[in-house]
């Protein structure tokens, strides 16, 4: 184990002088994917031999790299606050390329650059190139390590209840585990190799859980949505690495003694002002698209709410904390190439930005449709997602990832409810309309911790979401983007009408179906979903008329059900009833709840966590001061820095500083009115002989009349659909009951989203059809003609062959000499058969006659 390109004599020297210690948790950083990864190994190795059948296996790797995290995260936080006790003078080291950097602060005092602490083993070597396996310890890795490994502990707390008796328990863990030790790997990795390899065992991990329950077709159907639509972008990820590794190579080498697969040595080149620009624009493209398949954005997003074909875990990890927030971790792990790639520092609207704004709107629009509980969690997931990029795209880098931090845990916690209630509450159905309502009654917790979450979801204060999806959308309007930042505001409502929408067809009302104890014996199940996936045109369009709300009455009194896309995601087939007699709602087993308790308590506090810029400023409260956690301890700090520095005249040089002086404040022209873009950090590019890690982002000056306006349009959506709720579904108002059949306009909006804006169609007979004929009547003929008459041809010619060998080889060679010696022997005994006689005296005179001849011989020999 090594320091890349770290020289031992230049890392004692500054960290003696610094004592900035690592500790053993950040230098074995690394464990929190190995342990994992080994519980993997024994799951499916013993797992079914074991008494909890490999689930003990998992719990307790899950536990080991949770309290690995959360030692490394410890020692983070006091290694920052070290550096930062030396004050204006204390320098810290980047061991990624052994140098020292200060930071200027907003307030435009020096400030220490912390030093990640990398730990790699050279993986392979090539052209004098070393690839290495390891971890990349620094604010941003640490929390996303231990978030992952938090979020994961839980589920497979609640996993232990919830797919009990389930017919691949053990193969259920094993792939979940493995799951989250995926994007342990991505997230502690320091160059791009390492990136790819875990991000690609979270893809055939999806692939495995979204289709554990393969027997029923949609699921299976599911699962290779899933994996190809990834696929999709995954080409980008491939195609942008290579483009960024030849760009950045040589000048990594060069300036740093490093490659083009380091993260650090991409990120310093980007900000270098020596790449090319159509280089970036190019690079930067492809690994967004990388981005957009992974995290579900528009218009890639349509394998996420199929995903909900899973086991409910699985759609909650999925969602919170690893795969579908991978893509967005990308972006800001290499955040330079995107930001000079995109141009995002010079006011403009990036496609990032873009991206995230459209898919905003439509997945919350998609949001409204649905009638299966998890899909409307996956579309808000979806939304969500786009909240991330959109602060991404405009410079918002510390509140996205701090909404990637809070969204974590309302999200997981929403996800579980659901769990919770299709477990104890629907009988294993994920159907608000057919088999929900008015469980508030019977599972208060789960009802408690559902709200907490929502309001956390729709950014009400002091919920976790206020602090960080407001905080995205304040910076955005900070930044200069007004029509960008309306449409955060315009989606902060969305959000607030579905999620009321939701929580009143689950938890208010009259209980229906399963929910009021009446079972279903019909297509309860995906069946129907997976036949919609295939129809077209006319056909889907009379089986959606008659799936309007205005069936919802006749449903809850008679227990039948209209045919929709949703269901039972084949639980029923999956697990027994675990042992409940009474089927009647009821609130579920500690082992479910306690997660749910504990998720649903930091969706209400874990928004403190950085919560200063809008509380002191426009609020007027005194939280005190080094409340913003995430800004101080995550937060990447940028500051030019010497070369020289890195390589001192050279390998082997002494160590000598030579930190040039640098003005705080560069900020986004948006905000400071600058016109032309320069590249480095900020808007300056840095002076000759120096590199930077990070670009200057900004940060909100909070006003009241945002915070204000932002909490007031959420309400404005709270009070628009508990309005049409109980004008619609309690009290049936005949202006709207029925209103998609009256209006063509309503029937027609109706339609477009429920079909999803018609992409599956486009990308089933567009992309899919038009691709897939041709190509498989190609390969149809190649097989037939090519490969087929190959092999004839082959065949025809060995027949020939075999036909000339028996002849002549066989025939005339081989039997012909075994025949050959059996007709001499035969001759030769017919020859001697006269000797053969049977007469005594005959035989007498032979014998004498042949002692004679043998008399004559020896005479003869003896004259001689």
Not at 410 to 425: D, E, N, R
Request: hydrophobic share 45%; aromatic share 10%.
């Amino acid at each position: 184990m090594h320091n890349i390109s770290l020289r031992v004599e230049e890392s004692e020297q500054l960290q003696g002088a610094l004592h900035l210690s690592s500790g053993w948790f950040l230098e074995n950083l690394w464990l929190v994917a190995l342990i994992p990864a080994i519980g993997f190994a024994l799951i499916m190795g013993f797992g079914k031999k074991m008494p909890l059948k490999g689930s003990e296996f998992g719990l307790a790797s899950m536990v080991g790299s949770l309290v690995v995290a959360t030692g490394a995260a410890i020692q983070w936080m006091n290694r920052v606050d070290s550096a930062s006790d030396h004050g204006e003078h204390s320098l810290g080291l980047v061991q990624t390329f052994g140098r020292s950097v200060p930071r200027a602060s907003e307030g435009g005092e020096v400030e220490p650059f912390i030093e990640p602490v990398v730990n790699t083993w050279v993986w392979w070597q090539n052209s004098g190139l070393e690839f290495g396996i390891g971890s990349f310890g620094d604010g941003l890795s640490i929390l996303l390590l231990w978030l992952v490994a938090f979020i994961s502990l839980l589920v497979q707390i609640f996993s232990l209840d919830y797919v009990r008796g389930d017919r691949r328990y053990t193969q259920f863990f094993g792939a979940l585990t493995l799951f989250s030790a995926g994007m342990l790997v991505m997230v502690m990795s320091e160059n791009m190799v390492q990136i790819i390899l875990g991000w690609e065992i979270m893809g055939l991990c999806s692939f495995m859980l979204i289709g554990h329950w393969w027997e029923d077709k949609y699921n299976s159907h599911s699962a290779l949505k899933a994996f190809f639509t990834v696929r999709v972008g995954d080409v980008g990820l491939l195609v942008g690495t290579a483009v960024i590794f030849f760009g950045a190579n040589q000048w990594a080498v060069d300036n740093l003694d490093s490659n083009g697969f380091n993260i650090p040595a991409i990120q310093a080149w980007a900000l270098s002002g020596e790449g090319s620009p159509t280089l970036l624009l190019v690079g930067a493209s492809a690994l967004f698209i990388a981005c957009i398949g992974k995290s579900g954005q528009f218009p890639l997003h349509t394998w996420l709410p199929d995903a909900m074909a899973g086991p409910t875990p699985v759609s909650s990890l999925l969602h919170s904390s690893t795969m579908v927030v991978a893509g967005v971790f990308l972006v800001a792990r290499i955040y330079p190439v995107f930001w000079e790639g995109f141009n995002i520092g010079n006011g403009g609207l990036s496609f990032i930005a873009i991206i995230g704004a459209i898919t905003i709107v439509i997945a919350a629009l998609l949001a409204f449709v649905q009638d299966d509980i998890k899909k409307v969690l996956a579309y808000s997931t979806v939304s969500q997602l786009g909240y991330m990029m959109l602060g991404l795209g405009t410079g918002a880098w510390l509140p996205a990832v701090f909404h990637v931090f809070t969204h974590a845990f309302f999200k997981c916690c929403l996800f579980l409810c659901a769990g919770s209630i299709s477990h104890s509450g629907s009988h294993h159905s994920f159907d608000m309309k057919k088999d929900m309502g008015g469980l508030r009654k019977h599972m208060p917790v789960t009802f408690t911790a559902w709200c907490i979450s929502t309001l956390a979801l729709t950014g009400v204060i002091p919920f976790a979401g206020f602090w960080s999806k407001d905080e995205i959308i304040d910076n955005v309007g900070n930044n200069g983007y007004t029509f960008l930042f309306w449409v955060g505001l315009g989606g902060a409502a969305l959000t607030a009408m579905y999620m009321t929408r939701a929580t009143y067809l689950t938890f208010f009302g009259e209980p229906r179906g399963a929910a009021a104890g009446i079972h279903h014996d019909d297509d309860h199940g995906y069946a129907t979903a997976f036949r919609e996936e295939i129809i077209h045109g006319d056909e889907i369009d009379r089986e959606l008329v008659t799936a309007t709300p205005r069936s919802l009455s006749s449903a809850a009194n008679t227990g039948t059900a209209v045919a929709d896309d949703h269901g039972d995601h084949g639980h029923d087939d999956g697990h027994d009833d675990h042992g409940h007699g009474d089927h009647g709602p009821h609130e579920s087993g500690k082992l479910i709840i306690v997660p749910i308790i504990i998720l649903a308590f930091l969706a209400l506090t874990s928004g403190f966590a950085n919560p200063t810029p809008l509380a002191t400023g426009a609020l007027g409260i005194d939280l005190g001061e080094g409340v913003e956690v995430i800004k101080k301890y995550v937060e990447p700090r940028p500051q030019p820095v010497a070369i020289e520095a890195i390589i001192p005249g050279g390998p082997g040089h002494a160590l000598e500083l030579n930190v040039p002086g640098f003005e705080a404040g560069a900020s986004l022209a948006a905000e400071d009115g600058a016109d032309d873009h320069h590249g480095g950090c900020g808007f300056d590019t840095p002076a000759a002989g120096s590199v930077c890690f990070f670009p200057s982002v900004t940060h909100a000056k909070p006003e009241l009349g945002k915070v204000l306006l932002s909490l007031g349009v959420v309400a404005a959506g709270y009070a628009a659909a508990i309005a049409f709720c109980l004008a619609y579904y309690q009290r049936r108002d005949k202006r709207l009951v029925g209103l998609t059949e009256r209006n063509k306009f309503a029937r027609g909006g109706y339609l477009f989203l429920k079909n999803k804006y018609y992409l599956d169609v486009l990308y089933n007979n567009v992309f899919v059809y038009t691709v897939s004929r041709p190509v498989s009547k190609a390969a149809y003929w190649i097989n037939q003609n090519v490969l087929d008459g190959t092999v004839d041809a082959v065949g025809r010619g060995g027949k020939k062959s075999g036909d000339w060998v028996y002849k002549n080889l066989d025939q005339r060679i081989v039997d012909g000499a075994v025949n050959g010696s059996g007709t001499i022997a035969s001759e030769t005994g017919h020859g001697l058969q006269s000797t053969q006689s049977g007469k005594v005296n005959q035989y007498g005179a032979l014998i004498f006659g042949a002692a004679a001849v043998g008399a004559v011989v020896l005479v003869i020999l003896n004259v001689n």
